[in-house]
């Protein structure tokens, strides 16, 4: 029984931040289509959160319980696939002002002004 930490469920705490990663990783799956910017910034901020949680996690798993490891992974799962859906929500978005930029300045604004149009 060396090296074994004994775990007592009364004295495990809720491990810190899950709640929030949970709840910032489901926020950026919603607000993926608000141009990209507000879903991946959500994302990213669940995914730093997650980070620091799934450290200290590691570093004594016994004082944390094990749900809220597991509100922490799937906040840490929502988070990947709501930056996912930000990112190419932002380059479908780049792609579509970069198109209409490209076809509007090859009209021949000039001709068009001098016709009477």
Do not use: D, R
């Amino acid at each position: 029984m060396e090296n074994q930490e004994v775990t007592n469920p009364i004295n495990q705490q809720s491990l810190p931040n899950s709640t929030g990663v949970l709840v910032l990783g489901i926020l950026s799956i919603v607000f993926c289509f608000c141009y990209g910017i507000v879903g991946a910034a959500l994302g990213i901020v669940a995914l730093v959160m997650a980070s620091k949680a799934g450290k200290l996690y590691a570093s004594s798993p016994g004082t944390y319980t094990e749900s809220s490891f597991k509100n922490m992974k799937a906040g840490k799962i929502c988070a990947i696939i709501g930056l996912c859906l930000s990112s190419l929500y932002l380059i479908y978005f780049i792609v579509i002002i970069s198109f209409y930029g490209a076809m509007f300045s090859a009209m021949p604004w000039g001709e068009m002004m001098n016709s009477g149009y």
